[in-house]
């Protein structure tokens, strides 16, 4: 299955001020312009929100992104660390025994 068609944001905005500004149902705009009901209703959600909302929404997310990368990389670490500390701890009691 292709990726399908991409649309610009202006079309998009377009889109949603037909359903939300203008009162046309989602299933006629969506057939006129020839896309899925689907993809309408995802643009209302995002383009229906003030763009300084939009934007705040998007550094949001980006953060969010940002920090489950350095969580990852921190228990990574961790996990590390703990599997050296068992090695040398072993390595220290057979030392001992010699």
């Given at each position: 299955m292709g990726k399908?068609?991409?649309?610009?944001?202006?079309?998009?905005?377009?889109?949603?001020n037909q359903v939300v500004v203008h009162g046309y149902s989602v299933a006629d705009v969506s057939q006129r312009l020839g896309i899925s009901n689907k993809?309408?209703?995802?643009?209302?959600?995002?383009f229906?929100?003030?763009?300084k909302q939009r934007d705040e929404d998007a550094d949001l997310r980006a953060e969010v992104a940002r920090l489950?990368?350095?969580l990852k990389r921190a228990t990574e670490e961790r996990d590390i660390l703990k599997e050296a500390a068992v090695f040398f701890a072993g390595e220290s009691k057979n030392a001992t025994r010699s």
């Open positions: 399908g068609t991409r649309y610009n944001d202006e079309f998009k905005q377009e889109a949603v993809s309408l209703y995802d643009w209302i959600k995002v229906s929100k003030p763009k489950k990368r350095e």
